[in-house]
DNA sequence: TATGAATGAGTATTCATTCAT
DNA sequence: GATGAATGAATACTCATTCAT
């Protein structure tokens, strides 16, 4: 096994551990057991402790940077309809979640209850998600598809609560029932609770 | 000082630094030095450090059961307008996480990541939220005044977690800034957002 | 109740709580609590928690004291036969332990594993035992009644260990049991056994 | 030094504080700092405090039960003589405890003061002895050398206190003295006092 | 690189004792 | 005398981190 396995056998370990009990509540004698590895091998390749965490944290936010980049420009939010602009930005955020499970627990359940320097690490994440909803929000205001008198922090908040929440309960609290949750069902619904409170479209 | 208000001080103090440092970074010498009390005088009214924050998070959430109970019931659903009853849920949960920004901070923020004894009263908490709002929306279907089509499971947890997530952006994030939170409207556009989607009224 | 039966009180209560628990696992809590009194009280009729160990002893002492001086003098052991006179040293003896089960539990079974003054208290309670057979023996040898080629040190300790031993055994251990203890015939066999060995008697 | 080492250095250590000031008296900081190890370095090798006695004692027993099976059968008490029988027995059980007079010490003088589950295991030893002692008065019975008429309840417990306070007095209470004991002398004179108690042999 | 024994600062908790009321 | 809230020194135990092999 080389380096680079070897580092991501024990971030699979961690994640998988971290997720179950926590941060505080998970060893670094839980993790050497768990990989089978020798309790010095760990600091080979991480710092100490936090930094294997802020290390999951950390590609965490750049998968989600990557993910949430892919296929939109400006362009496409001209062009296609703003409602199925919208579904589809939901429908990928739970697509993204769905991905890695553990580490949406990690993130959904822990991150704002996270001191130290992941603290920074989580307020980054929560920091782009806002954005990212803020922009859509204010494209489409200036594009005449969202309401003008839409208050846009306070949208932008609902939102990423309520998807954040969605993702939780559907993917990791219930995670366990047998039917698997059809997403783009689920994105289609979202949309409609929200269109007519966001967009200035003619009533279905 | 008797008691009673030793108890309650105890608390207090305990509140605002689980509040600031989280359950895990808050030692008990933190608390009984900010408290100007001797280590064992903690052990006098409490078993140990969890029961200080189990005792804390039982209160409020039996704080928030008395809340939620009061000047509502099955009659006034009826005949008040559906969505002016929507908005005075929404401002009610919005006031009562004002009046405690500490604890609202610990259970927003760190809820969720608690391992121990913890996640259960959390779960709790959580789960008659998410009720009391499932059951405003049956009431509503039945009464004709919410879309029957509407997936109320997803609803709810749309809800729920947009609602915990403007609390804590407006009562915890923003805390230090001047202009005061109007309670009253961002309860008024929270329902313009959420009233189209979810109920059965004419487009305004 | 005056000071006398108070302090009284709580002795009583001290020696059930160490016999069945030992010191080091009695609190003065149990005690205060058991007693029905508060705490400080405890602390008015002894200097600490050691002093009331400490008086328990010292008073079980003065009472064995008093038990074995009690009807023996110079004179009866010229008199009566020697063996009658050991039988009865043994039957006081057992019925001093009997009379007082906890406290003979306290010394029985704890006594010399106790560090702090205690040890000065038991080894005074020894030593007075030990002397007391010791005595008897030379008393014995000296009136030709006992063997002359009696190795004396070993034979007190012998009955020492044996006494006591069968003290704590029927009256500690088996405490439980139905059957009263018949401490007539138990020191009539402990003499049998020891008759023929100790004194220059006819063999029977 | 390698794990068993370290684990039986440990052990020494605290054999001879435990025997020094008993167990309660006797604290971590002081064994490891009598074994100049770190705090943690015991609890590397150890569950615990208790752990440690409570191996001192299990391997005590253990070293016991060998000792007394070592060399005798049913065989041997029916052709050697009753009497040295006998006195092989007790020659064996004081060799045993000059053999290690610390365990000696925490065994007679701290065994039955221990509550805890240290209790249980004092329980087990003095079982054992007991036995040991009863099934072989019953051998002897059986085998016409022993009276019938004898207490064998009551001379296994005669016999079992006068020999570990025999024990107690000659290694550890008389520890710093000169003269060296003289075991062989001693098992004798033991005899010497027993024999025409117990055995039904013609008087010397 | 991998190991795992050793480390020791840090933490919760206990409990005999005090003292103002 | 009686009370019991307050005290704080003492103690067992944890666990992230190090470093010689």
């Known amino acids: 096994m080389n380096a680079e396995e070897r580092k991501k056998q024990i971030l699979e370990v961690a994640k998988r551990l971290f997720s ?15 990989a089978d590895i020798a309790r010095g091998t760990v600091y080979q390749y991480f710092k100490n402790k936090d930094d294997i965490f802020a290390t999951l944290l950390d590609s965490f936010y750049r998968q989600w940077e990557q993910a949430v ?21 939901v ?17 959904l359940r822990m991150g704002h209850g996270l001191q130290r ?24 205001i200036r594009a005449g598809n ?32 047998k039917a698997a949750v059809d997403i783009e069902k689920l994105a289609g619904e979202v949309t409609a609770v929200f269109r007519d409170g966001i967009f200035c479209v003619p009533k279905q």
């Open 20 to 34: 179950k009990n926590g941060y505080y509540e998970t060893q670094i004698s839980d993790i050497v057991e768990a």
């Open 69 to 89: 980049s892919q296929g939109i420009n400006e362009i496409s939010i001209r062009t296609i309809d703003p409602v199925d602009y919208f579904r589809h930005r």
């Open 91 to 107: 429908r990928m955020t739970l697509v993204f979640f769905e991905g890695d499970r553990e580490m949406c627990n990690i993130v």
């Open 117 to 140: 320097d992941f603290e920074a690490i989580m307020k980054k994440i929560e920091k782009r998600i806002y954005n990212l909803i803020m922009s859509d929000l204010e494209l489409g």
């Open 146 to 177: 969202v309401r003008r008198d839409l208050n846009v922090e306070l949208t932008a908040n609902l939102l990423d609560g309520a998807l954040l929440h969605i993702a939780y309960h559907y993917f990791v609290n219930k995670k366990g029932e």
